[in-house]
């Protein structure tokens, strides 16, 4: 193989056969993933949803992929749980291309007007300040770090934890999410595309980078965090909109939330 050429195997991911794609490192033995038609209620997909390593990966793999990125087009994700969903094809691939039709904006205004419509007068309690008003996306963080260097040391963190490795072909860390069709907050949202506009829109205001996803979890890195507590309870409402259940069964509301999250690098996510 001509080290400056994507694998056969891993230019099927592309829908352009990854032309002009290259990647000057080794690969690790592992294999495409196909969406599994009687998962996703569809016949034969295009192409696969995303490759997935045979073994866990170090740190310094994922590092060296990660930095591969704009000249492979394909992002790495540590990839929790690996036989469900990811080795047996439980994933509705979409394309990144849609995550255009959607804003952070609109999916939180839309998400928190139908919430609040649910719970009951003393349960805004928990949305305080806000209550039943959106607050709509918060102000952009002050970058303290490189968000790709930020993304490296999250992985380290990750990685002591033995997961395989996914590369999805996609051109922002966000779009991963779509394109290889997880399907970890469905219990909130049936469809990740809007989900994936939110965290694009978190990629551009708080230097935020996928680094790992799971059954029903998301691990995010963030390297312009909030760190005026004004500010940290303004992203807390939009953590709460992304992921109610974070707060719910977590801190309980959104100053406790805050307290949570202020100056924190990274966010984590889970769907009951």
């Known amino acids: 193989m001509n080290d400056h050429q ?11 056969g990854g032309r002009g794609r290259s990647l000057s490192i080794g690969l690790p033995e592992g294999a495409v993933v196909w969406p599994d038609p009687g998962y996703t209620g569809q016949g034969q997909a295009a192409r696969p949803a995303f490759w997935l390593s045979d073994e866990p990966v170090s740190a310094q793999e994922w590092r060296r992929f990660r930095a591969e990125h704009r000249r492979s087009g394909l992002w790495p994700v540590l990839l929790d749980e690996s036989a469900q969903p990811w080795s047996v094809g439980q994933v509705v691939p979409d394309e990144p291309m849609l995550i255009e039709h959607f804003t ?3 999916f939180m205004t839309e998400v928190w007007q139908e919430w609040v419509s649910k719970m009951p007068q003393a349960a805004l309690d928990e949305l305080y300040p806000y ?61 990740m595309v809007p989900l994936a506009a939110v965290v694009r829109s978190w ?29 940290a ?27 949570q999250i202020i100056g924190g690098h990274t966010w984590s996510f889970w769907w009951d």
């Open 104 to 106: 952070a904006e609109g």
């Open 233 to 259: 309870l303004h992203v807390a409402a939009e953590h709460w909109a992304f992921c109610p259940d974070n707060v719910v069964q977590g801190a309980g509301d959104l100053q406790g939330y805050a307290e």
């Open 131 to 191: 209550g039943a008003l959106c607050p709509g996306p918060a102000p952009p963080g002050v970058p303290v770090a490189d968000p790709d260097a930020v993304a490296d040391w999250y992985a380290g963190e990750l990685a002591d934890q033995g997961m395989p490795l996914g590369l999805v072909a996609a051109t922002r860390s966000a779009d991963a999410l779509a394109v290889m069709g997880w399907q970890g907050a469905l219990h909130h949202n049936e469809w």
């Open 203 to 231: 990629e551009d205001r708080f230097g935020v980078r996928v680094v790992c996803v799971g059954f029903n979890t998301l691990e995010l890195s963030v390297a312009a965090p909030p760190v005026e507590p004004e500010h």
């Open 6 to 16: 994507l694998p056969r195997e891993l230019c099927r991911l592309f829908a352009d």
